[in-house]
T-cell receptor, first 117, second 111 residues
Framework: GAVVSQHPSWVICKSGTSVKIECRSL??????MFWYRQFPKQSLMLMAT?????????EQGVEKDKFLINHASLTLSTLTVTSAHPEDSSFYIC?????????????FGPGTRLTVT | EDQVTQSPEALRLQEGESSSLNCSYT??????LFWYRQDPGKGPEFLFT???AGEEKEKERLKATLTKKESFLHITAPKPEDSATYLC????????????FGDGTTLTVKP
């Protein structure tokens, strides 16, 4: 159980275009989804927290107009990188969670490698 | 502010050589501590949740323990396939669902 998928697994796009990444919880309903960014040999950097049906909460320093997050249902969240630039190239990982009692165990997707040329 | 520090940063072991990874934390009201395994180019894979000091959990060659200030991930007789980055994270009772991650320990097991 607790499987999270991401699509696409990798994408190459041209500078100035937008890219959408999907995150789905396949076998459970996720009340909350998180989006992370990870640079090579570094740990996870939390970008935003999204709850189904409400606006995402962005971490300090993350541009909300550049990284649009939509949590349309209890099984789907999307991250759209708008007007992508080479500095947006990174590994993006989502996680989904639902409370088990008082604790929220996060289950991660396989990640999406974005390369902006 | 919640903090997680993992040590060592990198660990190289011979196959069969047991060792431990450390995760020191400060958190305002621990709700839970998590261990994950991450392979290169993949998302983290959930391993354990520990809730309170004194708790232990085991899975194959891995055993996680918890005290009030730190957690250890003990690896017994590791194999090359145990090579990965191991991440520790804490969740505070004041943070609904959000976890604070350490920088990880990269384990390499040589045959």
């Amino acid at each position: 159980g607790a499987v999270v998928s991401q699509h696409p697994s990798w994408v190459i796009c041209k500078s100035g275009t937008s890219v959408k990444i999907e995150c789905r919880s396949l076998d459970f309903q996720a009340t909350t989804m998180f989006w992370y960014r990870q640079f090579p040999k570094q740990s996870l950097m939390l970008m935003a927290t999204s709850n189904e049906g409400s606006k995402a909460t962005y971490e300090q320093g993350v541009e909300k107009d550049k990284f649009l997050i939509n949590h349309a249902s209890l099984t789907l969240s999307t991250l759209t990188v708008t007007s992508a630039h080479p500095e947006d190239s990174s590994f993006y990982i989502c996680s989904a969670t639902s409370p088990t009692g008082a604790i929220y165990e996060q289950y991660f997707g396989p990640g999406t490698r974005l390369t902006v040329t | 502010e919640d903090q997680v520090t993992q040590s060592p940063e990198a660990l190289r072991l011979q196959e069969g050589e047991s060792s431990s990874l450390n995760c020191s934390y400060t958190v305002s009201g621990l709700r839970g501590l998590f261990w994950y395994r991450q392979d290169p180019g993949k998302g983290p894979e959930f391993l354990f949740t520990l809730y309170s000091a004194g708790e232990e959990k085991e899975k194959e060659r891995l055993k996680a323990t918890l005290t009030k200030k730190e957690s250890f991930l003990h690896i017994t007789a590791p194999k090359p396939e145990d090579s990965a980055t191991y991440l520790c994270a804490v969740q505070a009772s004041t943070n609904a669902g959000k976890s604070t991650f350490g920088d990880g320990t990269t384990l390499t097991v040589k045959p």
